[in-house]
Structures are given as structure tokens and as C-alpha cells.
């Protein structure tokens, strides 16, 4: 990825497991909404009937000005429920089907 900034979902399935992880990688300039992250940015999985807080598990630093980090959702998802994934500083909406 050559901009300078992005958050992409790594998850390229749109299932997940009910307590599955989702990795986000921040790219450049993003990566400095990390240390906000569910403090100043909350971030959640968001269905018609549910909301369920992402924690982050793990931060994963790597080459070239790109952080991968890990999140578990804080309790279980509904199965054949259809979530977005919201990062409300970015207004990020990605589907996953779990």
C-alpha cells in the first residue's frame, strides 16, 4: 500500500467465529488513532438487535509504517446475526456475517 494512511480489515472472510478475532492493520499516518483505540475511539461490532466492544488483544508492530492489531469481541456474537465493524472516530464500516 503506498498512501499515507488507511486502516484495512485482514479478515478476508466475511464469517467469523462467534468468538473469533479480527485483525485491523493502520497504515502510516492511521497508526496514531492505536493508542486511542476504545479509549477516545471506541471500537464494536454493531447489529439491528446488538453492539459488542472489540478489546484489543494484541498490537503487532511491523515493517514499512504498519501495525496489525488484534481484537476479541467482549462477548459472544448471535450466530446468523450481520455486524458491522465501527470505529466511530473513522466512521470504518465493514460488514462480517457471523
Known sequence: MCSSSG???VNQNLTIN???IIILEFYSLSQ???T???NKYPVYLES???KIKLNI???LKGDKNVTQ???KPESELKLNEKYNLIITCCAIKN???V
Open 32 to 34: 496514531g488513532f492505536i
Open 95 to 97: 460488514s462480517k456475517h
Open 36 to 38: 486511542d483505540l476504545n
Open 18 to 20: 462467534r468468538n473469533g
Open 48 to 50: 439491528l438487535t446488538d
Open 69 to 71: 492489531v488484534l481484537f
Open 57 to 59: 488483544v494484541e498490537t
Open 7 to 9: 486502516i484495512q480489515c
